[in-house]
């Protein structure tokens, strides 16, 4: 009747040497006792139930231990499958006792169906529902049942019904009725039984614990009126069950009394037929008792004894023989436990009928058999009828039918008295005989044995070894719970006992309630059942998100107090008549003020005096409702009479009537932001006179470089010309007119450069690039710089570091400039370094190096400015400080950056990265 799933800690046997109080031997030890108590509450529940039993299959319509078996194993696992065995076995064995029917095998497959279907049922709800469910949810709860009460609830019936129909408790017509009453049953004690055992012990607690009031406790006082209410009815069906039972087994007793007397009926028609015509012959014998004694009639024989002596045989053989019975001879039977031939007297059978299956009585001395001894010797002494215990019949090979023969004795003259007036005892002349078999007869007075009524038919008489005359052995020791009535008889006699019991209980009524009252009421209550845990699963469900939301609302209070605390701003709220009531720290901060200050005024007094009558007219009218809300700029006067300047919101907050209750005002400090407003005006002045200096540039380096190019174009005619030739001093005087324009052209190109770099206009394109011509065409614009100054240039280009992607035209403008610095400002005869090498897979570093007087930390930190020249602005070196702010910002288009590596008197080093061609990557 139930199931079982995994769960939590099997202990592990201790080791051979653990103490006796290890946990491995505890935990065996609390296993134990749990498997115990839950093997003797699923026996008393089991138990119990089956005190249900109702008719017409006599199934309980309820069996709560399968609700707690699978609650159990949904609890615990596995652990306690041994204690629901345990607890099926003994119902079982104690239904089986109380009925009389006990088979090892039957408690055995119960035990093993109750522990698997507890098993199934928990494994399938773990895997449907969790290992835990709180069954709060409808679906859950559906998905639960139909694990436990649908799915599961089919393996008890199963192998019980099985084991009840092999053990032979039931027949295979009853087979299917069971097996759904079994069902029934179980599915109905899980949906009652499983809630109240997991509101007791179940996971959660958190959600089965509050289930012990509203869930447990409602279900198990139902279940006990329900089952009150149906025993009662149960009881009154009982009675009318009873009633009819007694009626039927009176009228059964009634007609087996009456088949047995049929035989003595038949006796004294023999006995009669005898004393009219004592030496009747065997045709006129046979002719009598045609109809009385046909085939299937109610005696099995009738009969003539005559009592003879031993030297009256022979003669008594040669009449009977010519009486029409050849080779008729009188022999002793022998079998076993007979008694010795009586030398006195001899009682040989003479005549019989039907002759046809009696015919291997015909000569029997039947004064040998001891059963039959008795009676004849109480019936001659008696003159009554005299009925032997049963025995094997004389004319009976094969058979295991045993008989009972009844004599009534016939004496001299004709008389039925064993005595004469004067007392003398009459000498007797024979026996007639009249022989039945009793489970033949009563089996035809009852054909209906196999119906609902059986009987037996029992010999009480003291000293009688057989008592059992018909019907089923186990009569002679029925159970206490099969119905019966007995009747006492007086058979020739004998005492006999005439029993009629149902082996199958009570029978059924047509119209019985019990079952479908039962049935009705329980699935009433299993249906009360989810509906209870529906509702505490709703209510658990809404306690649940009513806590999370008041949680929720607490944390959103708390984190709106910290925010209107912490915040910077100031909120105050004040009444109608503007006195704050509510105001935050920084309100307080702002005004320089305490709460306690703050609260004793208005808002008014505390109003710039320029500010208050627009106060007052925007707040009448916002308590009017002509204006929702209203925002404006207005003054405070601070704690030390300072003026503070914010921008105040305010608004109307109503009442649950929606009157006007509050005016709550948000207060915000401008002062910065008008301070910051001036900034970012002068800012914004800074970058139109930036602009306008830029365009200035621009133009101003146009207009100059018409003239000026114009005056190099004639300064190369003069030093082409040679009519008239110039003189040296002319020719120096033009040298230094060349030179001034070539480096105030060179200036006002960097100019330009710097100003397109300055107003984003300067763009460069990234393409693949060999850098060794370009290389060389930097070396060639300072070429005759460096002759001049008698610096030596050394280039160190790696053959893997050539190839690059860059702007062909900034990056020769980049190493030009680099080149020109480390030539211009280092020392006579100084040295400069040109080397590019690879960085890794995907980089190109290349360096300019020079031996020049280096630089100080200060210079490197001015070193990007424009048009500082780091203090060489009065030595004989040309330059307008802007080349290395042109290099770096090149660079930069270029996604590089220039690195600076120098110290004073020891050179400096300019480095940049460049990404390596794909092509040689």
């Known amino acids: 009747m139930t199931e079982a799933p995994s769960s939590t800690n099997v202990a592990a046997a201790p080791g051979p040497h653990a103490p006796e109080d290890s946990p491995p031997r505890r935990s065996l030890a609390r296993l134990a006792a749990l498997n115990a108590a839950l093997a003797l509450a699923y026996a008393v529940l089991g138990v119990l139930a089956l005190r249900l039993i109702l008719p017409p299959d006599f199934v309980s319509p309820i069996y709560p231990a399968a609700g707690l078996a699978v609650a159990a194993a949904l609890r615990w696992g596995p652990a306690v499958l041994p204690g629901i065995a345990l607890g099926g076995a003994a119902v079982s064995l104690t239904i089986g006792m109380e009925r009389g029917h006990l088979d090892l095998l039957q408690p055995l497959l119960v035990a093993v169906g109750g522990a698997l279907q507890a098993w199934l049922g928990a494994a399938l709800a773990r895997r449907w529902t969790g290992p835990h469910p709180p069954l709060c949810e409808p679906a859950e709860l559906l998905r639960f049942l139909a694990a436990t009460a649908g799915v599961a609830c089919l393996v008890a019936p199963s192998i019980g019904v099985a084991a009840l129909w092999l053990t032979s408790a039931i027949g295979p017509s009853q087979v299917a009725s069971h097996w759904v009453g079994w069902w029934v049953g179980d599915a109905i004690g899980v949906l009652i039984g499983a809630p109240v055992s997991l509101a007791l012990f179940g996971l959660p607690r958190r959600h089965w614990a509050p289930r012990r009031l509203s869930v447990a406790l409602p279900l198990v006082v139902t279940c006990a009126l329900l089952f009150a209410a149906t025993r009662h009815v149960a009881d009154n069906e009982e009675g009318r069950r009873r009633q009819a039972f007694e009626l039927e087994a009176t009228n059964a007793l009634n007609t087996l009394a009456d088949t047995l007397s049929m035989p003595l009926t038949a006796l004294e028609a023999n006995h009669s037929l005898l004393l009219v015509a004592p030496d009747i012959s065997r045709a006129d014998f046979e002719r009598a008792h045609a109809e009385r004694a046909r085939a299937g009639g109610a005696v099995h024989a009738v009969g003539w004894a005559p009592l003879l002596r031993p030297q009256e045989v022979p003669a008594f053989e040669r009449a009977a023989q010519a009486d029409g019975y050849l080779n008729y001879r009188v022999f002793e039977r022998r079998r076993p436990g007979d008694l010795p031939p009586d030398r006195d007297q001899l009682l040989p059978i003479r005549l019989i009928a039907p002759y046809a299956r009696n015919r291997a009585a015909m000569g029997a001395n039947i004064r040998s058999i001891p059963q039959a001894r008795a009676a004849q010797d109480r019936a001659i002494a008696t003159g009554q009828p005299a009925a032997t215990e049963s ?11 045993m008989g009972v023969v009844v004599y009534r004795a016939l004496y001299e003259g004709g008389s039925t008295e064993p005595r004469d007036a004067t007392g003398r005892p009459r000498r007797p002349l024979g026996v007639a005989f009249a022989t039945l078999r009793p489970e033949a007869l009563l089996r035809g007075a009852l054909p209906a044995r196999a119906s609902r009524l059986d009987y037996c038919l029992l010999d009480a008489t003291p000293g009688g070894q057989r008592p059992l005359l018909a019907g089923d052995a186990r009569c002679l020791q029925l159970p206490a719970a099969l119905p019966s009535q007995s009747r006492e008889l007086d058979f020739a006699g004998r005492a006999w006992r005439l029993v009629v019991y149902s082996p199958t209980g009570l029978p059924a009524l047509e119209g019985s309630t019990a079952l479908p009252f039962a049935i009705a009421g329980l699935t009433g209550t299993a249906l009360l059942g989810l509906l209870l845990l529906t509702i505490t699963g709703t209510t658990a469900r809404v306690a649940r998100r009513v806590e999370e939301a008041r949680l929720r609302l607490r944390d959103s209070e708390e984190r709106f107090r910290t925010i209107v605390e912490h915040a910077p701003i100031g909120v105050v709220s004040c009444d109608l008549q503007a006195r704050p009531q509510e105001i935050n720290p920084y309100f307080c901060q702002l005004l320089g003020m305490s709460v306690e200050q703050l609260k004793a005024r208005s808002v008014m007094a505390i109003t710039h005096p320029d500010d208050r009558a627009e106060d007052s007219r925007l707040g009448m009218a916002l308590i009017r ?6 925002s404006r700029i207005k003054r405070y006067i601070g704690a030390q009479g300072q003026v503070i300047t914010v921008r105040a919101t305010v608004s109307l907050l109503r009442d649950a009537q929606g009157q006007p209750y509050r005016l709550l005002g948000v207060v915000e400090d401008i002062g910065e932001q008008l301070r910051l407003a001036e900034l970012e005006r002068v800012h914004e002045a800074e970058l139109a006179a930036n602009r306008a200096k830029n365009e200035f540039l621009s133009r101003m380096s146009h207009e100059l470089r018409t003239p000026l190019n114009a ?3 004639f300064a190369q005619l003069l030093e082409a010309d040679h009519d008239p030739i ?23 190109d960097d100019t330009l450069d710097l100003s397109r770099l300055d107003a984003g206009q300067l763009r460069v394109r990234i393409e693949h690039l060999d850098l060794e011509p370009i290389a060389a065409d930097s070396l060639a614009m300072v070429e005759s710089q460096r002759r001049r100054l008698g610096v ?14 860059a702007d062909a035209t900034r990056l020769k403008q980049v190493l030009t400039n680099l080149l020109s610095n480390a030539v211009k400002y280092n ?3 100084g040295r400069v370094w040109l080397r590019a090498r690879r ?17 100080s930390d200060a210079q490197k930190t001015q070193l990007f400015q424009p048009f500082n020249r780091l203090g060489r602005e009065v030595g004989a070196i040309e330059g307008t400080g802007i080349g290395l702010v042109i290099t770096q910002r090149l660079l930069a288009l270029m996604d590089s950056q220039l690195q600076v590596d120098s110290a ?10 460049l990404p390596v061609s794909s092509a040689n990557q």
């Open 726 to 748: 110039l003189s040296p001093r002319q020719r120096g005087w033009l040298a230094q007119i060349q030179q001034s324009g070539w480096h105030l052209l060179q200036m006002i």
């Open 792 to 805: 030596s240039i050394e280039v160190e280009l790696d053959s893997d570091a050539c190839e690059l992607r």
């Open 391 to 401: 025995f094997p019949l004389s004319q009976d090979v094969g058979v295991t039918l």
């Open 827 to 829: 020392r006579p005869g």
């Open 904 to 913: 004073p008197d020891k050179g400096a080093t300019f480095s940049f990265l």
């Open 625 to 630: 409702s002509e204006l929702g809300r209203y």
């Open 839 to 855: 960085v890794g897979d995907s980089m190109v570093e290349l360096s300019v190096a020079d031996t020049g007087p280096g630089l």
């Open 711 to 713: 005056m190099l174009g």
